[in-house]
């Protein structure tokens, strides 16, 4: 089984299209990967539906790195 | 072109007579599964008999957003995508605005734009996923030209256009077109609902001397549907006789 970091960083991958030594837990989404706000809208998305759990809005805009991603997951994933 | 709206599915709102029945029909006959809406589950019912074997009928009131999600649900199970919708439901209730009731404003606004917003966002998370989908929204000449006795409608309308645009500019590059089908007096229910002192006026100045029938707006609905609009985005397309060239 892979840890949820692994899950998430494999996510952020694919979603974004970046390699995986981009994918520091500071780097942020828009600044450093290249994501535009839709981008990030889409990859709370992947998360909800690897993770299936629903991220509220409100939780889903400080989603702004990989670390925050990873802690998110950490904190409220059903499995 | 070989590529074809085969096997592909629509949404129609508002599809159990005048324009939206013959939007349903047009989509119909290229392949399309098409789910039609009405208020009333005599409307669906007739909507099922039309459509026989391309689609169903179901009720729908685009004011409330339970019963939008119960039916994209139905149709996520039943059909498992959703690749156009049409937002074309709306209703009017016209009055000078000195007269105008404050319901008779809000329930135009729902009805007419609120519910294209609670539509289009609710359908926007399939689309992205699978890079594809069409929203088209059936607007208004009025809501370009302006008409006296509709300030509601024509406000709604001509939000209609803003929301068409910004929402394409959002969602262009995931493969996602958002137009709308700007009709002008189109022989239905509801410009027969036009007092004749309004009539008179309009037919004056549409050079087509006519009013259009609803065919002739479903086949720009279907042109923005099919693969070869792909590359038009945030446009409106008004069909009106050329009662207002704009």
């Known amino acids: ?79 | 072109m070989t590529a074809t709206m085969q096997g592909q599915v629509a949404l129609v709102t508002g599809a159990s007579r005048g324009i939206g029945k013959a939007i349903a029909e047009q989509l119909a006959a290229q392949g399309v599964k098409v789910i039609g809406t009405a208020t009333s589950e005599s409307g669906a019912a007739a909507i099922s008999a039309y459509l026989g074997e391309h689609g169903e009928g179901r009720q729908l009131d685009v004011t409330s957003a339970d019963s939008v999600a119960e039916v994209l649900k139905a149709i996520d199970e039943n059909y498992g995508q959703l690749d156009i919708l049409v937002n074309n439901a709306g209703i009017t209730k016209d009055n000078l605005l000195m007269r105008l009731k404050d319901e008779d404003w809000d329930a135009v606004l729902d009805t007419n734009l609120k519910s294209v917003y609670r539509l289009s966002k609710a359908v926007l998370r399939g689309m992205m996923k699978r890079r594809h989908g069409r929203i088209i929204n059936i607007a208004s000449v009025v809501g370009t030209t302006g008409n006296p006795g509709q300030t509601n409608y024509c406000a709604a309308k001509a939000g209609l256009l803003g929301f068409s645009k910004a929402l394409a500019q959002e969602v262009a590059g995931r493969g996602i077109t958002v137009n709308s089908v700007a009709p002008g007096f189109i022989d239905t229910d509801m410009t027969k609902a036009l007092t004749e002192e309004q009539k008179q006026a309009i037919f004056a100045n549409i050079p087509a001397a006519r009013l259009g029938q609803p065919e002739e707006i479903a086949a720009a609905v279907v042109f923005l549907a099919s693969p070869g609009a792909a590359y038009i985005t945030g446009e409106t397309i008004h069909v009106n006789g050329g009662l207002a060239m704009v």
């Open chain 1, 1 to 79: 089984m892979s840890t949820i970091e692994e899950r998430v960083k494999k996510i952020i991958i694919e979603q974004l299209g970046v390699k995986e030594e981009e994918v520091k837990p500071e780097a942020s989404f828009e600044n450093d990967l290249g994501a535009d706000s839709l981008d990030t809208v889409e990859l709370v998305m992947a998360l909800e539906e690897e993770f299936e759990t629903e991220i509220p809005d409100e939780e889903a805009e400080k989603i702004k790195t990989v670390q925050a991603a990873i802690d998110y997951v950490t904190n409220h994933a059903n499995d």
